[in-house]
C-alpha cells in the first residue's frame, strides 16, 4: 500500500469523526443540560458504568471527573450484578454508557441500577433501548458511521461518547467556578502539579554568593566561581544594589587593561531583576524567560537571601 493511500484513509477516519462529533453537538439539547445539573446537585458520587470499549471510556470520564472536582467512581456492568453494586449510596447518580445499549450485560443491570441510585442518566446510540427506557435521563450519542471500514469496531461511537464525557466536565467546572489552584489541589506530583504548586523558595541554590560594592576583582572572581551559576551579588548594608555575571567580567577584562583597581560596584549590573521566595516558581520562569536571563536573585521580605537557576527550574519540569 502506497504512503499516500495510507494517509488518504488516515485523514479520512478524521473526516468521518469529525462529521459525527458535528452532528452531535448540534443535538445536544436540554436532556445533557438536565443530566449535569443533576450530577452538579448530587450529594453523593457520580457513579460511570460501562462494558467493553465504553468500560474503557467510563474510566477515562471518571478520571477526568475526579481530576476536576466531580467525586466519580467506575463500576464495571458485569460486575455490578456480582457484588460490586455494593460501592452505590441511594444519593449517588449513575451515568451508564453503551452505544447500543442493548447488551446483555447493560439490559439486566439497568433498571437495578435505577434502584439503587437517586438518578440514572444513560449514554447510548438507541434511544428504543433497554438501557434509555430504563434511564431518568438519556443523553444521545448516536452516529450515522463507525469510522471503521467494517461498520464493527467501535471508532465514531466511542470518540463520541468521550468527547460528551470531556463536555459534561467542562461545565460542572464551570458551574463549581473550578480554577486553576482548585486543580492543583488534585495534582500535586509531575510536572503539572509542580508548576501549578511549587513555590521559589524550593529551588534555591544552597549557595549564596554575594560580595561588597569594595570587592576587588579577585574577590568577584573567586564569588562567582564559588557560586556555580555564574553570578555574584552586590551587597551593601544586607540590600541588594546590584549584580555581576561571568558576562561582565568577560566584557570588562575586554575593555580595560589594568583591572587592578576595579571593583564590584564599577562593574555590577544595578537594580537586578528580583523574585520574593513565596512567590511560584513558574512565576520566576516567566521573569527568566522575558529577560532572557539564567538566574534571578531572590528575597524575603526585600531582603538577598539566594539565587535561582533557570536550568534548576527546567530540571524540575518548571516551564
Not at 503539572?192 to 568577584?220: D, M, Y
Request: with cysteine; net charge negative.
Amino acid at each position: 500500500m502506497e504512503s499516500t493511500h495510507i494517509l488518504e484513509i488516515a485523514k479520512n477516519t478524521f473526516s468521518i469523526e469529525i462529521q459525527e462529533l458535528e452532528k452531535t453537538k448540534n443535538n445536544l439539547d436540554l436532556s445533557f443540560v438536565n443530566a449535569v445539573e443533576k450530577i452538579f446537585h448530587t450529594q453523593g458520587k457520580l457513579v460511570v458504568v460501562g462494558i467493553g470499549k465504553s468500560a474503557h471510556i467510563a474510566n477515562k470520564i471518571v478520571a477526568t471527573l475526579n481530576s476536576t472536582g466531580t467525586p466519580s467512581q467506575f463500576l464495571h456492568a458485569s460486575e455490578a450484578i456480582h457484588g460490586d453494586l455494593g460501592l452505590l449510596a441511594k444519593e449517588d447518580v449513575v451515568l451508564c454508557i453503551s452505544n447500543s445499549g442493548n447488551s446483555p450485560e447493560i439490559a439486566t443491570v439497568a433498571p437495578i441500577l435505577k434502584n439503587y441510585a437517586s438518578c440514572l442518566i444513560g449514554m447510548t446510540g438507541n434511544p428504543k433501548s433497554k438501557l434509555a427506557e430504563a434511564s431518568d435521563i438519556v443523553i444521545s450519542s448516536a452516529i450515522s458511521q463507525e469510522a471503521c471500514p467494517n461498520q464493527l469496531a467501535p471508532t465514531s461511537s466511542t470518540t463520541v461518547q468521550i468527547a460528551l464525557g470531556d463536555a459534561i466536565a467542562v461545565c460542572l467546572m464551570e458551574l463549581r467556578n473550578f480554577k486553576p489552584e482548585n486543580f492543583a489541589k488534585f495534582h500535586p506530583g509531575g510536572s503539572l502539579g509542580k508548576n501549578l504548586t511549587a513555590r521559589v523558595q524550593q529551588f534555591i541554590s544552597e549557595l549564596k554568593p554575594e560580595v561588597s560594592k569594595e570587592a576587588n576583582i579577585r574577590e568577584v572572581i573567586i564569588s562567582i566561581s564559588a557560586s556555580k551559576h555564574g553570578i555574584t551579588v552586590v551587597t551593601e548594608d544586607k540590600n541588594i544594589i546590584g549584580v555581576i555575571t561571568d558576562g561582565d567580567l568577560r566584557r570588562m577584562l575586554m575593555n580595560r587593561e589594568d583591572v587592578s583597581k576595579v571593583t564590584a560596584q564599577e562593574i555590577m549590573s544595578s537594580h537586578p531583576k528580583s523574585i520574593e521566595k513565596t512567590a511560584l516558581a513558574k512565576e520566576a520562569m516567566q521573569i527568566l524567560k522575558n529577560n532572557n536571563i539564567g538566574q534571578l536573585v531572590v528575597t524575603e521580605n526585600g531582603k538577598y537571601i539566594g539565587i535561582i537557576d533557570l536550568h534548576t527550574l527546567l530540571d524540575e519540569g518548571i516551564i
